[in-house]
């Protein structure tokens, strides 16, 4: 069986729409690190039977088998904030047990309990148990670069959020 995918203009109720889906799930696996630069890769929700297993040793047996019901990809600039602190960004050192991969590892086993948009660029704060925000900030400004900000995912809808608010829905088919 192949796979083909769809794409067309969005909006932000796709953004929203996508956004309220993962709203009370729980973010249980980070995909960051040496190579990805300062992309990060989160899996939310029901974990997923992948059709076929990532060979990938980098990744966890369970990375490699599952993926997230649901998640975001973040490209461009993020922070992760506390109650009364900075925990830690992306321009810190991503090699392993660096300090990014020790702030992104705070994210695992909590749960999402919302979100805020901020426009016009439609920044994302995902607000996770126990006081933390994870802070998304839409730096890509480069129509013909057209580098996406961020990504994310339900099911077989993932909306991705590129420069100056421009957004792109895709339905992809199995």
């Not at 796709?14 to 300062?38: F, H, N, P, Q, Y």
């Not at 922070?79 to 990014?100: F, H, I, T, Y």
């Not at 933390?132 to 013909?144: P, V």
């Amino acid at each position: 069986m192949s796979s083909s995918n769809t794409s067309q203009p969005g909006s932000i109720l796709d953004v929203r729409e996508v956004l309220d889906g993962m709203t009370g799930e729980i973010c249980w696996s980070i995909k960051a690190g040496k190579g990805t630069g300062t992309h990060v890769s989160v899996d939310v929700g029901a974990k997923v039977r992948r059709r076929m297993r990532i060979p990938n040793p980098s990744l966890t047996a369970e990375q490699r088998e599952f993926k997230g019901e649901c998640g975001f990809i973040v490209y461009s600039a993020w922070r992760l904030d506390g109650l009364e602190e900075v925990v830690g960004g992306c321009w810190e050192s991503n090699e392993k047990d660096g300090p990014m991969l020790t702030t992104l590892a705070q994210l695992v086993g909590r749960r999402i309990e919302g979100y805020e948009l901020r426009g016009p660029a439609l920044d994302l704060d995902l607000h996770l148990e126990g006081g933390l925000i994870f802070r998304i900030f839409c730096d890509q400004t480069d129509l013909e670069e057209d580098q996406n900000s961020y990504s994310v995912w339900k099911q077989l809808k993932l909306v991705s959020v590129g420069p100056r608010t421009k957004i792109e829905t895709m339905l992809r088919r199995s």
